[in-house]
């Protein structure tokens, strides 16, 4: 048996990697999020958030309370590029800011 040494080629370009914090009950969002990607070269994650119903203000904000656990969640200890927390009404309700902070506690880099 004859073997061959094959030098590995590493490619030293990488596409952004985009995580995406959906709600647990949205079922359209990952396949919306890949319409949108889908030509682009850019490394799409998920990770889901759980919600609670009724929908109120007040759940709406519960639900943010747990935003910087599913952030840190998306490839655990690896850098991420964009995090996009996929719910417009809870990012109203508990403030632009806060999710804001809230994501960059488990990815400052993000």
Known sequence: MNST??????????????????????????????????????????NRIECYNPLTKENLIKMSNKVTEVARDILPDQDIDCVVYGCTSGTIA?????????????KPEA
Do not use: T
């Not at 508990?94 to 488990?106: D, F, L, P």
């Open 94 to 106: 508990a403030g632009y800011e806060n999710i804001k902070k809230k994501v960059n506690m488990a």
């Open 5 to 46: 040494k094959i030098d590995p080629k590493y490619i030293s370009k990488s596409n952004p990697r985009v995580g995406l914090i959906a709600l647990a009950s949205d079922f359209m969002i990952e396949r919306d999020f890949i319409n949108i990607i889908k030509d682009r070269e850019i490394d799409f994650f998920v």
